[in-house]
């Protein structure tokens, strides 16, 4: 069966809830209440700026009426985002939200103008913030001072062929244990909460390694860690810039998780710093894992049990919750289109066969790297991408003239461009192997000397582009990637070898819930799981 989604407005992935739908604390809604009701009148001077009263508005411009649509977005974002690039697919259009505007770039050449504007003009790091809200919900320390994205960038990939024996025996160990399937009966099982559980276990297995990436209560830290940012941000976004410092504390549960967090995973790093301090940097037996590679760069008081600590917890959060929305849509895209799985099953079958399980092999998975990218590409986390701040003094100037002054924020309509027929023909339909296709096709009728400098070689799950943008494009390009894809496509193939998977109901995929920017798919939304016969 094929998904054929006309339209954002009309997809079934896309079910609207109530922003405060989540929110079961009597006390948060209360207080709430009273304060919205305080700054209610200061809303106005936040929607006007002279300036920007040239750029469209997609929804309303009054003071009142723009607040509606501020309320609205949360529940119908993708419709309102895409509605804008239906009417401006290469230029700027505004959003209401509820303190601000928000500006979307729409278009390869504005896109790639954004892409490659530097830190100090327009701001990646004070984008991350305000989407998170990071100085609450991680910390300042964390948020000011991002050094373990270097590591990450750097130490964590160079050393992915090293460390991917490890990886893959969690794999297999985390899906048996997890899932805790016997003989051939088929069991149900709630797709996200299962697939965190196994996205922390196998990513810990190179942040921390054996013993810990296994304890129960070091990986429900992590995971509760995650959900408790994002769910946090949210609820911080709701109150106007100037109370979130005062209300921040009461909401995120930080300080709890960073307390558990160093009690459990405190010994480790404390015996870790005093093997250095006795027998150097490079003793013997030194693990190869993120808390060494965070150990090699981390200077002065950044090289205490604490500090280190919540780098793990933070990098934690990012490693769970993108690998683990993304693997789980792709199960909801496997179990909707089972046609894929006797395909990928015999690519990995075969390449296994030839080359064994190795981080290599996964580069002849090319169905299955096709599979994921095209899940990625129709399942994005939000209708928008690469959330940015203006810092420059000047503002920042677009090629097309358009300049947005200092303090504004700005993104991508990454949803939409997914969708566009300009970018993808027949972009509203799910096409698992879109990408391993074109490239067999090229392949086909070119001369093989010429291959390697066309961009259809380009069109693998790591790589970036104005038109696929999951890991975001240009200079500030999601450092995590070339992890992200090696697990995931490893999951993957694992999965499609050992185990059969269906829908729970055939021919039907759970909508996913949608806050504002924010989709995530259905929490409870099950999967039938069988150990293959």
Not at 144 to 149: E, F, L
Not at 156 to 173: G, K, M, Q, S, Y
Request: charge should be neutral; proline fraction near 6%; glycine fraction near 6%.
């Amino acid at each position: 069966m094929t998904l054929d989604r006309t339209s954002v407005a009309k997809a079934p992935v896309s079910r609207p809830t109530s922003p405060l739908s989540t929110m079961d604390d009597l006390k948060f809604l209360v207080l709430y209440g009273v304060l919205s009701g305080a700054v209610f009148a200061a809303l106005h001077k936040a929607f006007r700026d002279p300036k920007l009263d040239d750029i469209p508005i997609s929804g309303s411009s009054g003071f009142l009426a723009s607040y509606w649509d501020a309320w609205t977005f949360f529940h119908h974002a993708p419709e309102l985002i895409q509605r804008g690039y239906d009417q401006h697919p290469e230029g700027i259009f505004r959003v209401a939200r509820l303190f601000r505007w928000e500006y979307v770039v729409c278009g390869p050449k504005l896109i790639k103008d954004l892409a490659s504007a530097p830190e100090h003009v327009v701001s990646f790091r004070k984008g991350i913030e305000e989407s998170i809200q990071g100085k609450h919900t991680i910390g300042h320390d964390l948020s000011d001072n991002p050094y373990h994205v270097h590591a990450i960038r750097t130490s964590l990939t160079r050393n992915l062929h090293a460390c991917f024996p490890d990886v893959r025996d969690e794999i297999v160990c985390a899906f048996n244990d997890i899932l805790q399937l016997q003989g051939s009966e088929w069991k149900s099982l709630p797709v996200l909460p299962t697939i965190m559980a196994i996205v922390a276990r196998v990513s810990n297995r190179l942040f921390v390694g054996l013993p810990l990436c296994r304890d129960r209560a070091y990986l429900q830290n992590n995971v509760e860690y995650t959900i408790d940012v994002i769910r946090s941000a949210n609820r911080i976004l709701l109150f106007p810039p100037f109370l979130r410092p005062i209300v921040g504390p009461f909401i995120s549960s930080k300080n709890k998780s960073n307390a558990r967090a160093l009690k459990i995973l405190g010994p480790l790093i404390e015996e870790r710093l005093s093997k250095e301090r006795e027998l150097g940097p490079d003793w013997p037996g030194k693990p190869n894992d993120l808390i060494s590679w965070f150990l090699e760069i981390a200077v002065g008081e950044q090289r205490e049990v604490l500090p280190l600590t919540l780098r793990i917890l933070s990098t934690n959060m990012a490693a769970i919750h993108t690998s683990s929305m993304a693997f789980t849509q792709a199960l909801f895209d496997l179990t909707t289109h089972p046609e894929y799985l006797l395909p990928m099953r015999e690519e990995a079958e075969r390449v296994v066969a030839e080359e064994g399980w190795t981080k290599a092999a996964l580069n002849n998975m090319v169905k299955i790297d096709s599979f994921l990218r095209e899940s990625q590409r129709m399942n994005n986390n939000g209708p928008l991408g690469m959330v940015r701040k203006v810092v420059a003094r000047d503002g920042f100037r677009f090629s097309d003239g358009t300049v947005l002054p200092q303090d504004t924020y700005l993104c991508v309509a990454a949803r939409p461009t997914h969708y566009d027929e300009a970018n993808y023909e027949n972009a509203a339909t799910f096409d698992g192997f879109r990408f391993s296709r074109e490239r067999a096709e090229y392949m086909a009728h070119h001369d093989p000397d010429d291959r390697l400098n066309q961009d259809i070689f380009k069109r693998h799950m790591i790589n970036t582009a104005v038109d696929h943008l999951p890991f975001g494009t240009g200079k500030h390009v999601c450092p995590g990637r070339f992890f992200a894809a090696t697990e995931l496509k490893a999951m993957m193939a694992h999965l499609v070898i050992a185990y059969d998977v269906k829908a729970e109901v055939e021919g039907v995929r759970a909508p996913d819930n949608v806050f504002g920017t924010r989709i995530t798919p259905n929490p409870t939304a099950k999967v039938r799981f069988r150990k293959r016969q």
